[in-house]
C-alpha cells in the first residue's frame, strides 16, 4: 500500500511541476502565435535620472492593423546618450487582443 501512495505522489509532484512550467511558458507561447509584425519609428526619447545616472528611453509609435495609433516608453534605454536617431525605424511585434503586450527589434547599428 505504502508503494502505491509514494508512487501517486511522485506523480502529483510531476503533474504539479508541469502546471507551473506550463503557467510560466504560456504567456510566451500564446504571444508568439498571436503577435503581428509592423514598422514602427523611433520618435522622441524620455531623459531619466536614477540614482545619479542619466538614462534615455525610445517613446516609439507604430499604427495597429485597425489604423489606431500607438504611442509608448519602450523598456529599453541606453546610458548618456540615446543609441538611435529620432526617426529610426523599428520592427514592432505586438499581441492585436493586447496592444500593451508587444516587443520591439532594434536595427543592428544607427550611426
Same mark, same amino acid.
Not at 14 to 26: F, M, T
Not at 52 to 60: A, E, L, T
Given at each position: 500500500? #505504502?508503494?502505491?501512495? @509514494?508512487?501517486?505522489?511522485?506523480?502529483?509532484?510531476?503533474?504539479?511541476?508541469?502546471?507551473?512550467?506550463?503557467?510560466?511558458?504560456?504567456? #510566451?507561447?500564446?504571444?508568439?502565435?498571436?503577435?503581428?509584425?509592423?514598422?514602427?519609428?523611433?520618435?522622441?526619447?524620455?531623459?531619466?535620472?536614477?540614482?545619479?545616472?542619466?538614462?534615455? !528611453? *525610445?517613446?516609439?509609435?507604430?499604427?495597429?492593423? @485597425?489604423?489606431?495609433?500607438?504611442?509608448?516608453? #519602450?523598456?529599453?534605454?541606453? @546610458?548618456?546618450? *540615446?543609441?538611435?536617431?529620432?526617426?529610426?525605424?523599428?520592427?514592432?511585434? !505586438?499581441?492585436?487582443?493586447?496592444?500593451?503586450?508587444?516587443?520591439?527589434?532594434? *536595427?543592428?547599428?544607427?550611426?
Amino acid at each position: 500500500m #505504502a508503494n502505491w501512495m @509514494e508512487i501517486l505522489l511522485q506523480i502529483l509532484c510531476i503533474v504539479a511541476l508541469l502546471l507551473i512550467i506550463w503557467w510560466r511558458i504560456k504567456p #510566451a507561447v500564446l504571444f508568439k502565435k498571436r503577435a503581428v509584425e509592423t514598422r514602427g519609428t523611433i520618435v522622441n526619447w524620455l531623459k531619466t535620472n536614477i540614482g545619479g545616472k542619466v538614462y534615455f !528611453y *525610445p517613446m516609439i509609435e507604430f499604427v495597429d492593423r @485597425e489604423g489606431k495609433r500607438i504611442r509608448f516608453k #519602450a523598456s529599453e534605454r541606453s @546610458e548618456r546618450e *540615446p543609441m538611435y536617431k529620432t526617426g529610426t525605424e523599428v520592427i514592432i511585434k !505586438y499581441d492585436p487582443k493586447n496592444t500593451d503586450r508587444k516587443k520591439v527589434a532594434y *536595427p543592428k547599428k544607427s550611426r
